[in-house]
């Protein structure tokens, strides 16, 4: 098993940049694949990066391509999620996931452990 805290989150303006960090304890971190997902008042929740288990590919919807970078230091137990030119519509509690498989899923019905959340909140 593997357990997930999330910190990094926070209030920024439009434009402005945050680092999401996720610190696994358990075994074997780089067994793991990892994701964020994302999740608004009312709405379902969203993936948004992905990274496997060596670090060496990773995954992002078009919504966030070009303005989100997922990496990982395995030999830290950490994944994180850099956000750059954030936007209102970026207004999400975020969640790190793992799952222990070779490639990334996209769904989060595919993930078996998760963090506890924190916030983002950009204002305009």
């Known amino acids: 098993q593997v357990q997930l805290v999330e910190s990094g989150g926070g209030l920024v303006q439009a434009g402005g940049s945050l680092r999401l960090s996720c610190a696994a304890s358990g075994r074997a971190f780089s067994n793991y694949a990892m994701g964020w997902f994302r999740q608004a008042p009312g709405k379902e929740r969203e993936f948004v990066a992905g990274?496997?288990?060596?670090?060496?590919?990773?995954y992002y919807p078009d919504s966030v391509k070009g303005r989100f970078t997922i990496s990982r230091d395995n030999a830290k137990n950490t994944v994180y999620l850099q956000m750059n030119s954030l936007k209102p519509e970026d207004t999400a509690v975020y969640y790190c996931a793992a799952e222990r498989t070779f490639s990334v899923p996209s769904m989060s019905s595919q993930y078996d452990y998760w963090g506890q959340g924190t916030q983002v909140t950009v204002s305009s």
């Open positions: 990274i496997t288990r060596s670090g060496g590919s990773t």
